[in-house]
T-cell receptor
Framework: GQQVMQIPQYQHVQEGEDFTTYCNSS?????IQWYKQRPGGHPVFLIQ?????EVKKQKRLTFQFGEAKKNSSLHITATQTTDVGTYFCLCHRGSARQLTFGSGTQLTVLP | KAGVTQTPRYLIKTRGQQVTLSCSPI?????VSWYQQTPGQGLQFLFE???????NKGNFPGRFSGRQFSNSRSEMNVSTLELGDSALYLC????????????FGPGTRLTVL
């Protein structure tokens, strides 16, 4: 079955530092989505990546999809306390019939 | 536009009982997916319904079942509850089937004693 590894599991950064989380699949993906879940909240959609090598930006957030469509990353520049939460990747394989969430990266931003 | 609603928000049951959770998607959304979230296993996909048909299923035992009604509302049922079923059950709706942005509801927190 599809294996998805997301690293790191936890990340503590000082406000203003950068942050990156990585999502790696054992199989080629049709697409990948990223979600953010604030403490006590529910996942909120951030972005969807479909094309090999795709890069998308949302203000301080940069999302990348690997050339082989097996890995992806989310990079936050100059973190703020509002970035606190857990970031999940959701991997779609085989015309979206197989859905697997990464284990999530819990980000803590220290003021 | 109202968001995804789930009822009840909290539920306490005992082992062996059954439970039914409800999800009302965003108006116009025809796809509803269910997820289980636990500290140990993280977010796991249960199933997806589209146009009243189950289109996709995760690796959960047959005790977990669901259905979707003609108005796209969905219910999830868990029979013969086990302690390990204690979790946050999240419902997400999207416009179409498969690869679309998913809008999550607040979840139902199920505790099995």
């Amino acid at each position: 079955g599809q294996q998805v590894m997301q690293i790191p599991q936890y990340q503590h950064v000082q406000e203003g530092e950068d942050f990156t989380t990585y999502c790696n699949s054992s199989t080629t993906l049709s697409n990948i989505q990223w979600y953010k879940q604030r403490p006590g909240g529910h996942p909120v959609f951030l972005i969807q990546l479909v094309k090999s090598g795709e890069v998308k930006k949302q203000k301080r957030l940069t999302f990348q999809f690997g050339e082989a469509k097996k890995n992806s990353s989310l990079h936050i520049t100059a973190t703020q306390t509002t970035d606190v939460g857990t970031y999940f990747c959701l991997c779609h394989r085989g015309s979206a019939r197989q859905l697997t969430f990464g284990s999530g990266t819990q980000l803590t931003v220290l003021p | 536009k109202a968001g995804v609603t789930q009822t009840p928000r909290y539920l306490i049951k005992t082992r062996g009982q059954q439970v039914t959770l409800s999800c009302s998607p965003i108006s116009g959304h025809r796809s509803v997916s269910w997820y289980q979230q636990t500290p140990g296993q993280g977010l796991q996909f249960l199933f997806e319904y589209f146009s009243e048909t189950q289109r996709n299923k995760g690796n959960f035992p047959g005790r977990f079942s669901g259905r979707q009604f003609s108005n796209s509302r969905s219910e999830m049922n868990v029979s013969t509850l086990e302690l390990g079923d204690s979790a946050l059950y999240l419902c997400a709706s999207s416009l179409g089937q498969g690869v679309n942005e998913q809008f999550f509801g607040p979840g139902t927190r199920l505790t099995v004693l």
